[in-house]
């Protein structure tokens, strides 16, 4: 099994910037996939960012060129950095880790963005 735990959520204003953590333990050598996904209240929980274990990324089209994702394989820590916050970033972030074609999410970081 894989336990993830995010952190780094906050208030911020519009324009602002936040860097997301997702640090990984349990079986960590199988996880091979890491995303971050959103969900504001009242939505479905969408893909933001996904990255491989060689490093190839992907980014929903709202997000792309203010979000960057990456991971730290040395650490077991993936990351998410926003930047030019909007308040449609309003929502709970969570980590997604795939390891032997099973996911694993964590508890979920609250990101509220001000106009």
């Known amino acids: 099994q894989v336990q993830l735990v995010e952190s780094g959520g906050g208030l911020v204003q519009a324009g602002g910037s936040l860097r997301l953590s997702c640090a990984a333990s349990?079986?960590?050598?199988?996880?091979?996939?890491m995303a971050w996904y959103r969900q504001a209240p009242g939505k479905h929980r969408e893909l933001v960012a996904a990255i491989t274990s060689g490093g190839r990324t992907k980014y929903v089209d709202s997000v792309k060129g203010r979000f960057t994702i990456s991971r730290d394989n040395a650490k077991n820590t993936g990351f998410l950095q926003m930047n030019s916050l909007k308040p449609e970033d309003t929502a709970v972030y969570y980590c997604?880790?795939?390891?032997?074609?099973?996911?694993?999410w964590g508890q979920g970081t609250q990101v509220t963005v001000s106009s």
């Open positions: 997604n880790a795939v390891s032997d074609y099973v996911g694993y």
């Open positions: 349990g079986n960590i050598l199988s996880i091979n996939d």
